[in-house]
């Protein structure tokens, strides 16, 4: 039987621009990020992986973020991916801080645990995201991580690891969703 090959992909940063105050809570705010519809579009109908989407969410659900504002951008969002053929297999949220400290929030892998299987081939999966915590989650899980690099917001702070040690675990640095998808066609 053929394992399953899985493209994580992160959601802020990645297929929709990230904001200053890291959270996508109105319409005004949302803008979808360059050849990320059409690049996926393409990888969804010409390559072999299961797409997944795993975000942090700091604070949704609090007062901070409220899931009313979320919502109707999130569900939007997947509608219109899902509009030019791009289905997710299963969305991850976290609504946690960074000071929770959880095993559910990147880049801990404790939303991923029904992928530590053999069904899955995650050491040939990818993490695409735009910090450094989605490549240490891709180190995590035993993959490989494509970094989509505009030097925006990098997560240092988050990471468990000097970025040194990220480096091996880094296949792709771009901000090029084209470029992801010539990397993948390849692999």
Do not use: C
Request: hydrophobic fraction near 35%; aromatic fraction near 12%.
């Amino acid at each position: 039987m053929k394992k399953q090959k899985v493209l994580f992909i992160d959601r802020d940063g990645t297929i929709i621009k990230e904001t200053t105050d890291e959270k996508i809570d109105s319409f005004k705010k949302l803008v979808f990020y360059p050849k990320a519809l059409v690049s996926l579009h393409k990888i969804a109908k010409k390559l072999d992986f299961e797409l997944v989407m795993i975000t942090n969410q700091d604070g949704l659900g609090t007062a901070y973020f409220p899931e009313n504002t979320f919502w109707p951008v999130q569900n939007f969002v997947v509608d219109t991916f899902k509009n030019e053929g791009v289905a997710f297999k299963a969305i991850y949220i976290d609504k946690t801080f960074p000071k929770d400290n959880v095993s559910t929030r990147k880049p801990n892998t404790g939303l991923l645990t029904s992928y530590f299987s053999e069904q899955y081939d995650l050491e040939n999966s990818f993490m695409i995201g735009d910090r450094l915590t989605d490549m240490e989650l891709a180190k995590n899980f035993g993959g490989k991580g494509i970094f989509i690099n505009d030097k925006t917001h990098l997560g240092t702070n988050e990471i468990t690891v000097k970025r040194e040690e990220l480096d091996s675990h880094i296949a792709l640095e771009t901000s090029d969703w084209n470029k992801i998808y010539k990397f993948l066609k390849k692999v």
